[in-house]
């Protein structure tokens, strides 16, 4: 199938409700939901050390190219059980998928390796936790839903700002969707630039690291530990700046605000209608503009910036604040629009959904379609010339040069880049 014709195919998919398997947790409640990992840099390594936590889970894989990491969290799994326990190691993640003793999956691998797991592991019928962005490209968002939706998975993605970080985001999302602010006029995102071609050096691959693999479906290139670091690193490699691999700031903690934007704005499904871009060469300054006129900027203070008639409202991480201050005010309406309690963690939250088969609050078609706000913000900074999209067909409209860029070509066997 020719990439226009799965575009109009994964569209039509969109339009189809989200649904999860109606049947409850057919094991009872006591039986551990048994879990593989798939990367285990430093963000999986804390879900690691979370899940161990858990009662009533329990880790019987891991999945991870570099030997260093992958023995390191051998080690974790080794000291919580007292022993490995069934907990096999894999370098390969199709080798974990294939498991029949897992019943789910957390995926942590760079960016671009996302959709190829992801849509294994919905083959597969293994629920999903899945790292944001979920994709690069807009095609592999849309096949990572499509798969989804077809196989009945328990997906959550990893955007931990729609249940923690004190409630913040939530009482924000809550006052904007309640009129507190008038009529929504512009909300600006303040994260990082967008991607750059990768312009690494080539450096010899160290033994124990199965570079093919890491790299999957991106473009072949040598070696570099910029990309890949050579041991159990307590940082978050720069692999995030570079277009072959990610989406830059933009889409790194773009994600994450975006996606309360979209969340505040009720337009978890919604796509806008053009993508404008600053005409210099300003790292920020592309605006977003919806089909009823609000626009989404990139550009800001970190966080989100809300602005109606009637006020503006300020939400990251450590703050939450408005002018007038009365918009924070807790709203006593009975008929006041109210976020479902679902707790105050991610991870418990999508355990919970396994058992029950609801759908998480951060929902593969939230995080699909915020992930293709980011790769549109990225393609119109690098097209540098105003786009106008269509949110339902998923293309530009007479634009073959950027309708081209949706997708792009995968390597070998692997096929959503």
């Known amino acids: 199938m020719n990439r226009r014709r799965f575009l109009k195919a994964a569209a039509a998919a969109v339009a189809a409700p989200n649904i999860i398997r109606a049947a409850a947790w057919a094991d009872p409640p006591s039986r551990a939901i048994n879990l593989g990992f798939i990367g285990v840099g430093i963000q999986s390594r804390g879900h690691l050390g979370y899940f161990f936590g858990q009662t009533d889970c329990r880790v019987l894989g891991i999945s991870e190219i570099a030997a260093p990491r992958r023995d390191h969290a051998l080690g974790m799994v080794d000291k919580q059980y007292g022993g490995l326990k069934g907990c096999r190691p894999h370098l390969d993640f199709r ?50 839903l499509q798969a989804a939706r077809k196989h009945e998975i328990v ?10 970080f004190g409630g913040k985001f939530r009482t924000a999302v809550e006052r904007v969707r309640n009129g507190r602010l008038g009529k929504i006029l512009r909300v600006r995102v303040g994260v990082g630039g967008p991607a750059r071609p990768c312009d690494l050096i080539a450096e010899p691959t160290p033994a124990g690291f199965e570079w093919d693999l890491w790299l999957g479906a991106a473009p072949l290139r040598a070696f570099n530990q910029v990309l890949c670091p ?22 790194d903690m773009g994600a994450h605000h975006f996606d309360i934007a979209q969340w505040a704005l ?28 609000v626009e989404l900027i990139h550009g800001g203070p970190s966080g989100c910036t809300f602005e109606g008639t009637e006020g503006t409202l300020y939400v990251d991480r450590n703050k939450l604040e408005s002018k007038p201050v009365g918009i924070l005010t807790d709203p006593q309406e009975k008929t006041a629009f109210r976020l479902p309690d679902i707790g105050t963690s991610h991870r418990r939250h999508w355990l919970d959904c396994i058992r029950s088969r609801r759908r998480p609050v951060a929902h593969v078609t939230a995080g699909v379609h915020t992930s293709i706000l980011c790769s549109l ?11 106008k999209w269509d949110p339902k067909s998923y293309q530009f409209a007479d634009d073959k040069e950027a309708n081209g860029l949706l997708g792009r070509p995968g390597r070998g066997e692997w096929k959503w880049a």
């Open 95 to 144: 080798q974990l998928i294939a498991d029949r003793n897992i019943d789910a999956v957390v995926i942590g691998t760079p960016d671009h390796g996302h959709a190829n797991a992801c849509i294994a592991a919905a083959e597969a019928r293994k629920d999903v936790y899945c790292e944001k962005p979920l994709t690069v490209t807009v095609a592999a968002a849309l096949a990572v």
């Open 155 to 164: 997906f959550q993605t990893g955007s931990q700002q729609r249940t923690e």
């Open 230 to 251: 050579l041991n159990v690193h307590g940082h978050f490699p720069a692999w995030r700046t570079y277009r072959e691999y990610a989406g830059g700031g933009l889409a």
């Open 266 to 293: 009720d337009r978890d499904e919604v796509g806008p209608a053009e993508i404008i871009p600053p005409q210099d060469d300003a790292q920020q300054g592309l605006r977003f503009v919806y089909g009823d006129g």
């Open 377 to 387: 913000g990225n393609l119109g900074y690098q097209l540098r010339r105003k786009l």
